[in-house]
């Protein structure tokens, strides 16, 4: 399967930008989340961290 996408990628003209923009799009992708991430208000991070500990929900374990 790899030596067809290697084939197929060598035969297409400017096939070595692909990589480069790959690149740019998960680099900015990851500070984009980073940026977002940092200016999160510290009480939002408490929230979203207890609710896996937060139950409201009845359960219904009737087995």
């Known amino acids: 399967m790899f030596k067809f996408i290697k084939q197929y990628a060598e035969t297409m003209k400017n096939a070595d930008i692909y990589p480069l923009i790959s690149l740019f799009i998960f680099f900015l992708f990851f500070v984009v ?20 500990l937060h139950n409201d929900e009845p359960t219904n374990s009737s087995l």
């Not at 980073?34 to 609710?51: G, P, Q, T």
């Open 33 to 52: 989340l980073l940026v977002f991430v940092k200016k999160m208000a510290k009480e939002r991070v408490v929230e979203l961290s207890n609710i896996p």
